[in-house]
């Protein structure tokens, strides 16, 4: 009998779902408190380190016990405000209108009433599809989307359902119309039992908006921060995985695995998966195959690094390579620039605000290490 292949247990590039999602017990049992509680929260966290997975597993669980009805809305798929109004439309009827209501045209009926309604479109498989034209006047669209935001929260209240609206990518918000920011605010603020959810891939545009008290979302929603998975846990989750899927790791090869990754969600889910397709069914994943498991990592991940090498200014470049050769010291130090030939405190200070911009480096020790995964291992051994 021919048995069947065993599937690579390790995620990385899509959502982290079922086995996948790496832990984050109390991440989720507090975002899942605060979606019924109507609380607004953003969720901070540096690039890849699973902020959409996190929120999918808290709204699954919310949704199949029955417990909040909750409706995402992507804005980097709506770059004019009536593309924001049609994902509004479709994401409020599939997501909010239909599980409250049995019948279709009860569900569509909510959209009567709109200063601009809606076109409607039934594909072959049935799903309805929304749309609204170009070229209206901005007072008209501005109206319309006013409606859209305030339905959540009627629907909710009249059939005594929680509801959380999630907006992931929200810093392009401010893209689609600066004014936008205003005006969901002045929604948002009279929508206690609904609870608002923001993700955003772009920290330094996040932070800007909740926490600049000229803005109008300042101090509108509770912070929650991401920070890389604990050794423990990861490694449970590493060994386990490895464990039940007929093959074997040692707890050195885990933390070596780990010190290579800083524990970045993203990174380590990556060499995991490399790490498991180099060792042999039935086998066990030693540091050799652990260097094999990086080799191919850092191919892979080679034109992705080239690109960052040839947008990084010269500045940039070799305090990059500084950083990889020796992080966590002061990189304005005299001693260090030295060492490293770096230019002036002034031109380095401004490289390393440029790529903390870019979320390439993160503070760490006295100084600074390269927070993009396997970035410090390319650039150490591509000699650049």
Same mark, same amino acid.
């Given at each position: @009998?021919?048995?069947?292949?065993?599937?690579?247990?390790?995620? =990385?590039?899509?959502?982290? !779902?079922?086995?996948? =999602?790496?832990?984050?017990?109390?991440?989720?049992?507090?975002?899942?408190?605060?979606?019924?509680?109507?609380?607004?929260?953003?969720?901070?966290?540096?690039?890849?380190?699973?902020?959409?997975?996190? !929120?999918?597993?808290?709204?699954?669980?919310?949704?199949?016990?029955?417990?909040?009805?909750?409706?995402?809305?992507? !804005?980097?798929?709506?770059?004019?405000?009536?593309?924001?109004?049609?994902?509004?439309?479709?994401?409020?009827?599939?997501?909010?209108?239909?599980?409250?209501?049995?019948?279709?045209? *009860?569900?569509?009926?909510? =959209?009567?009433? $709109? *200063?601009?309604?809606?076109? @409607?479109?039934?594909?072959?498989?049935?799903?309805?599809?929304?749309?609204?034209?170009?070229?209206?006047?901005?007072?008209?669209?501005?109206?319309?989307?006013?409606?859209?935001?305030?339905?959540?929260?009627?629907?909710?209240?009249?059939?005594?359902? *929680?509801?959380? $609206?999630?907006?992931?990518? +929200?810093?392009?918000?401010?893209? %689609?119309?600066?004014?936008?920011?205003?005006?969901?605010?002045?929604? =948002?603020?009279?929508?206690?039992? /609904?609870?608002?959810?923001?993700?955003?891939?772009?920290?330094?545009? @996040?932070?800007?908006?909740?926490?600049?008290?000229?803005?109008?979302?300042?101090?509108?929603?509770?912070?929650?921060?991401?920070?890389?998975?604990?050794?423990?846990?990861?490694?449970? +989750?590493?060994?386990?995985?490895?464990?039940?899927?007929?093959?074997?790791?040692?707890?050195?090869?885990?933390?070596?695995?780990?010190?290579?990754?800083?524990?970045?969600?993203?990174?380590?889910?990556?060499?995991?998966?490399?790490?498991?397709?180099?060792?042999?069914?039935?086998?066990?994943?030693?540091?050799? #195959?652990?260097?094999?498991? $990086?080799?191919?990592?850092?191919?892979?991940?080679?034109?992705? +690094?080239?690109? %960052?090498?040839?947008?990084?200014?010269?500045?940039?470049?070799?305090?990059?390579?500084?950083?990889?050769?020796?992080?966590?010291?002061?990189? @304005?130090?005299?001693?260090?620039? #030295?060492?490293?030939?770096?230019?002036?405190?002034?031109?380095?200070?401004?490289?390393?605000?440029?790529?903390?911009?870019?979320?390439?480096?993160?503070?760490?020790?006295?100084?600074?290490?390269?927070?993009?995964?396997? $970035?410090?291992?390319?650039?150490?051994?591509?000699? /650049?």
């Amino acid at each position: @009998m021919v048995r069947n292949p065993q599937a690579n247990p390790f995620r =990385f590039g899509d959502l982290a !779902l079922d086995d996948a =999602f790496t832990d984050r017990a109390t991440e989720v049992r507090e975002l899942k408190s605060d979606m019924r509680n109507g609380q607004n929260v953003v969720v901070f966290a540096p690039r890849r380190h699973g902020k959409s997975s996190l !929120l999918w597993r808290a709204a699954h669980e919310l949704i199949r016990k029955r417990e909040v009805l909750v409706g995402q809305v992507d !804005l980097m798929k709506t770059p004019t405000k009536e593309r924001l109004a049609a994902k509004l439309a479709a994401t409020i009827y599939e997501d909010i209108a239909s599980p409250l209501f049995r019948a279709r045209d *009860r569900a569509t009926s909510i =959209f009567r009433g $709109l *200063r601009v309604e809606p076109t @409607m479109t039934l594909d072959v498989d049935g799903a309805i599809g929304f749309s609204f034209r170009g070229g209206l006047t901005g007072e008209d669209i501005d109206a319309t989307l006013e409606h859209l935001l305030e339905l959540p929260a009627r629907l909710a209240a009249d059939r005594d359902r *929680r509801v959380a $609206l999630v907006f992931d990518e +929200f810093q392009e918000v401010v893209g %689609i119309d600066r004014h936008l920011l205003a005006l969901m605010r002045s929604v =948002f603020q009279e929508q206690p039992d /609904v609870s608002h959810v923001y993700l955003g891939s772009k920290r330094h545009m @996040m932070e800007r908006i909740f926490n600049d008290e000229n803005e109008p979302f300042w101090r509108a929603a509770k912070h929650m921060e991401l920070g890389p998975i604990p050794v423990p846990q990861f490694t449970r +989750f590493i060994r386990s995985r490895f464990e039940r899927s007929g093959r074997g790791i040692e707890d050195e090869v885990i933390s070596l695995l780990l010190t290579v990754t800083h524990c970045h969600p993203y990174g380590t889910q990556e060499l995991a998966y490399a790490l498991w397709e180099a060792t042999p069914a039935d086998g066990r994943a030693d540091e050799q #195959r652990l260097g094999d498991a $990086l080799v191919r990592v850092l191919h892979s991940e080679h034109a992705h +690094f080239e690109r %960052i090498w040839e947008n990084a200014a010269r500045a940039q470049r070799i305090t990059l390579e500084a950083l990889a050769r020796q992080p966590g010291q002061p990189p @304005m130090s005299a001693a260090y620039r #030295r060492t490293h030939g770096l230019p002036g405190t002034s031109t380095v200070q401004r490289a390393l605000e440029s790529l903390g911009h870019d979320e390439l480096i993160e503070r760490w020790q006295s100084g600074y290490r390269i927070a993009e995964p396997f $970035l410090a291992e390319w650039i150490i051994r591509a000699d /650049v």
